[in-house]
């Protein structure tokens, strides 16, 4: 990606014009540093930036600088918003709610102008700056314009309207009375009102008008952001934003060479910098939506990195390994491990090894240090779980073939998943067609997908499946500690769905199904193709009296893995309950899609913890809908590569302090066996 085609828009807010917003001191400085250490390490030119500080950064001047600056950009530029000063909130208008755009109770973020709440002037809110965003990414046809964008905000986004001031620490949150009322729709800039006068019309009349009411603009976008919705964000006296600064830290020391790191691997370091520089509780968040990646470099600067290894950080006064029981992790809590440690920038020679014995949720706790490494930074550990057998089959391919999928499985990214075993239940034969994985299941051989070529492309292509099929099986493997702090008669996790006859199939786990003591519960679900699939939906009760924090995962047949629920905020009080999947409302049931099979088996596991969670390592990735049981030509697989849209990471392992050795989770895994079978009624 040139310089010449990145576009950054800073807007930074030291005073507020109306005396109801406290004062900030550092924002105005914090979009001054990104700008220097931007342009130091990519040399975008002066005239691609623009920044709007003080009086400048009205409502109606940021807004208006945003379309205009950015409606240079051209096919396939880079578009930056940077912003520094007071966020906020407001309870979201019932048009929003009624959509199901929101729930109810539910509010809009917002940043706030300088000219805030002068002669009612509103802050702007998140559904604005979509519709911003929108635009610059669409044309009037509605056709993407291969736009990347990505937000940096350091602010607070909700929260009790306080500010103080200890120690020069100050709080990025707005104060004042009266301003949580939802606004007017037509006070919101962008199509909504429009589209509600649109729905109301339709309904008034007898035409055949199809309206969908209001709806929220296709956005493609990665944020970085200061804090999650219900801390602070706060800046030091003449340091800057603690988000901020830690932020350029992880650039200035960025260890990756001739590339920016990956959001992914820029989010891990500056949470781990943040960690170490504050004493604040406040967790910078990762989010993106639409086609991009996280696995892409900072601003496109450097080629996508598909794998990487984990992280390695001292935080808390502790170095950790950024995985844990939620990516598959089940080593024995009572025998080390010894892992080798690389720079992130020089996979080739591992500079020492690591100590490490016993999970927690997230992370993996390091017990012995072989290394001298620096407290400061963020290193790279070969480490990935249990490794999954794997055979190479030889079977009339050149011999360099298999030498170099042997070099490649062998390489630091993929060598921790992996063991050479010919009694594997998965097997890559290299074949004179070209290459090919094998599942051996008890009735024979499954193929599971091929490509037609030898080629470096497909070898990667190929070991990169089997990677995420081994990530896969990680997941689906692991079992509940048997020193859990969590009980059985903490939690009740029901399932329900309709019968054919109109009776309700429910069920409590886990009291209901298995024997005691167990993690694994499987029920069979009927399905008639004539009558159709059935919906489900599955609920949490707590009754502990600390509450539960949970992950719902669900493992398809395709290799696929989906967060569907998380609550890593806010737990489930004691007597709480929630509902964890209504798969009606992603309009999805249970059935039985492939006429070939007679039964398939839908995987739904549940992470439970006594200690909040914050933002997961989600191990969410595509599984090979559309590719199952293909053998694709190199021309189809490069169109596969090119459509399909990578979502394996939406952020790194959080932090938290190993203590007792005691396990403080839990998990409860439910497999869902939806048989072929007629109904008799």
Not at 130 to 140: F, H, I, T
Not at 207 to 230: A, H, M, Q, R
Request: hydrophobic share 35%.
């Amino acid at each position: 990606m040139s310089a010449n085609n990145i576009y950054v828009l800073g807007i930074g807010i030291n005073k507020y014009e109306s005396e109801s917003i406290s004062d900030l001191g550092e924002c105005e400085k914090d979009i001054e540093n990104l700008k220097a250490i931007l342009i130091e390490k990519l040399s975008i030119p002066e005239e691609n930036y623009k920044l709007l500080k003080g009086k400048e950064a009205t409502r109606e001047g940021s807004i208006e600088t945003f379309k205009n600056h950015f409606a240079q950009l051209k096919e396939g530029d880079v578009a930056l918003m940077n912003y520094s000063g007071h966020g906020s909130w407001e309870f979201a208008n019932k048009e929003f709610i009624n959509a199901g755009l929101e729930p109810e109770g539910g509010y809009f973020e917002s940043i706030v102008p300088v000219d805030a709440r002068k002669n009612g002037t509103r802050n702007i809110a998140d559904k604005e700056i979509r519709w911003l965003v929108n635009q610059m990414q669409y044309d009037k046809h509605g056709n993407f314009k291969n736009i990347h964008f990505t937000a940096i905000l350091d602010c607070c986004h909700s929260g009790s309207m306080i500010r103080y001031e200890e120690e020069k620490v100050r709080v990025r949150k707005e104060v004042g009375k009266n301003i949580r009322d939802p606004r007017p729709i037509s006070e919101l800039i962008g199509p909504y009102e429009e589209m509600l006068m649109a729905e109301k019309v339709a309904k008034g009349t007898r035409d055949l008008i199809i309206s969908e009411g209001i709806s929220l603009p296709d956005v493609n976008y990665i944020s970085l952001t200061g804090c999650s919705p219900l801390q602070t964000s706060t800046e030091v006296e003449e340091q800057g934003g603690v988000f901020t600064a830690s932020l350029i830290k992880a650039l200035k020391n960025n260890p990756y060479g001739n590339r920016f790191p990956t959001y992914a691997e820029l989010y891990s370091t500056t949470r781990a910098i943040l960690k170490n520089s504050s004493t604040n509780v406040q967790t910078p968040q990762f989010e993106y939506a639409g086609d991009v990646s996280p696995h892409d470099c900072f601003l496109l600067h450097g080629d996508k990195q598909l794998a990487s290894l984990p992280t390695l950080s001292k935080e808390d006064g502790k170095w950790k390994i950024g995985l844990g029981a939620i990516h598959g992790v089940t080593f024995s809590p009572t025998k080390p491990t010894l892992v080798n440690v690389y720079e992130p920038a020089d996979l080739s020679n591992p500079i020492g090894k690591v100590k490490t014995i016993g999970i927690e949720v997230e992370f993996s706790p390091v017990i012995e240090v072989t290394a001298a490494l620096n407290t400061n930074k963020t290193y790279l550990a070969e480490f990935a779980g249990v490794k999954m057998p794997l055979h190479i089959q030889q079977a009339g391919a050149p011999s360099s073939v298999e030498q170099e999928v042997r070099d490649k499985l062998n390489s630091p990214i993929y060598k921790p998943f992996f063991q050479f075993d010919k009694r594997a239940d998965y097997m890559l034969k290299l074949t004179e067609e070209g290459l090919k994985i094998y599942q051996e299941l008890k009735s024979g051989e499954k193929f599971i997908l091929g490509v037609k070529s030898h080629s470096e492309k497909a070898i990667e292509f190929m070991v990169s499946w089997l990677q995420r099929i081994a990530k896969w099986e990680q997941l689906k493997g692991i079992d509940a500690p048997t020193n859990s702090k969590l009980s059985q008669g903490d939690f009740k996790l029901s399932f329900s769905c309709p019968n054919y006859d109109y009776s309700q199939k429910h069920f409590e786990l886990p009291n209901a199904l298995g024997e005691k003591g167990s993690s694994v519960f499987r029920t069979k679900v009927s399905y008639d193709q004539e009558l159709g699939g059935k919906p489900f939906i599955l609920g949490l009760k707590s009754q502990s009296s600390h509450g539960v924090y949970s992950y719902l995962f669900h493992l398809d047949r395709y290799f696929g893995i989906s967060q569907v629920y998380e609550n890593f905020n806010n737990p489930v009080s004691m007597d709480g309950q929630v509902e964890l999947y209504d798969s009606s409302l992603k309009n999805k049931v249970l059935g039985i899609a492939d006429d070939n099979l007679d039964s398939v088996l839908n995987t739904y596991l549940l992470i439970l913890s006594k200690k909040a969670l914050n933002i997961p390592q989600a191990v969410e990735q595509d599984g090979m809908n559309g590719i199952l049981g293909k053998f694709l030509s190199l021309e189809e697989m490069e169109v596969y590569m090119k459509a399909s849209k990578d979502k394996s990471l939406r952020s790194d392992g959080d932090v938290r302090a190993f203590g007792s050795p005691q396990a403080n989770w839990t998990m409860i895994r439910l497999e869902l066996e939806v048989v072929r079978e007629k109904f008799k009624g």
